[in-house]
């Protein structure tokens, strides 16, 4: 049998340095306060183009890319901030690239749903859903013939796995026992389709076993349970034991996109999740219950995450726009 369907325990804390823990909290802190201020500054009209905030999930990519080593690679979705902020992409020229301006990540002509930043490791957010498991398996083949041990991870949203690309994806990764890991953040919504409507059978990682690959179930919310299971199955990769897909199970405070009404969730839903599955706070509460930090270290980080995002949209702001004659360059390349 090579399947499980969960973890067999929960990452103890204290496992972790508390350099270790901090460095955790201070991306899930980076994470939601720029969104929350991407979503602010959205309603002013300044921002181009859609935006599709990751607020919510911060622990999914923050426990996952907390694996990583700084030459594995990922592939993101259209709600792809987290997961270039968790893979270490600059702050700044992020919030730069999501205006749209010349000193952003991708010169201004990315935008929120294409950043992408080769020199870290991100491969870009993706438009196309369920674009990112076949990049991933190019990660994954490079890596297993120039035998580099660098690992390849797909990020993709429950309604994503649906596509056909998915399903592909994870046949091949198996049949060439690929070192990639498959992600999937179930949110329960594709788009605005709850997943009882999309899917028959709610539990994604049980399609794993049909591909002969083990499929893990975690609670999206929880960091040290994130991390815990995608260490397993990128220990796994990166070792010759081919491809593993996680499941977790996640919430969005926002709609699909923003101005989305969210006419199709109950009323209250959004509410509760803040106040009961708060990933930051349930991180919080595990480490300062256990006596490892006082709660008065993690108010320093959220006060220099507030400085480091106002910063940002400031230089953001006033950064000049990308120039015509610039239009063409970094669009194609010569071999």
């Not at 992409?89 to 010349?102: L, R, S, T």
């Not at 788009?191 to 794993?208: C, L, P, W, Y």
């Amino acid at each position: 049998m090579t399947t499980a369907i969960r973890p067999p325990i929960g990452l103890d804390p204290g496992l972790l340095s508390r350099d270790d823990l901090l460095r955790a909290y201070r991306t899930m802190r980076v994470i939601r306060e720029f969104e929350e201020r991407v979503h602010k500054e959205f309603a002013t009209g300044e921002i181009p183009g859609f935006v599709h905030l990751y607020a919510g999930e911060e622990a999914v990519a923050t426990g996952v890319c907390d694996v990583l080593k700084p030459n594995d690679y990922i592939a993101s979705t259209h709600r792809g901030h987290g997961h270039a902020l968790a893979k270490g992409c600059d702050v700044k020229g992020m919030m730069a690239e999501i205006y749209g301006k010349a000193t952003g990540l991708c010169h201004g002509k990315g935008g929120s749903m294409h950043i992408a930043d080769i020199d870290t490791g991100m491969l870009g957010a993706n438009g196309i859903v369920g674009g990112g498991p076949p990049l991933v398996c190019g990660v994954g083949l490079t890596s297993k013939v120039l035998k580099t041990h660098q690992v390849g991870i797909s990020f993709t949203g429950d309604g994503g796995s649906n596509q056909g690309t998915f399903l592909e994806s994870l046949n091949l990764a198996s049949v060439w026992d690929l070192p990639v890991v498959f992600i999937i953040e179930n949110n329960g919504y594709a788009e605005s389709t709850s997943n009882q409507f999309h899917q028959k059978g709610i539990d994604v990682a049980r399609r794993a076993e049909a591909f002969g690959m083990p499929g893990m179930i975690v609670n999206g919310q929880d960091y040290f349970e994130v991390r815990e299971a995608a260490q397993v199955a990128i220990d796994r990769a990166r070792s010759g034991g081919g491809p593993s897909l996680l499941e977790c199970k996640t919430v969005r405070y926002y709609g699909h996109f923003e101005g989305d009404q969210q006419k199709y969730r109950e009323p209250g839903e959004v509410e509760r999740a803040r106040a009961e599955r708060d990933p930051l706070v349930i991180f919080e509460k595990r480490v300062t219950s256990a006596g490892i930090l006082p709660a008065d270290q993690f108010r320093m980080v959220d006060a220099e995450v507030l400085a480091l995002i106002e910063e940002s949209v400031i230089e953001a702001k006033a950064a000049p726009q990308p120039t015509l004659e610039s239009l063409l360059d970094d669009v194609y390349v010569s071999y």
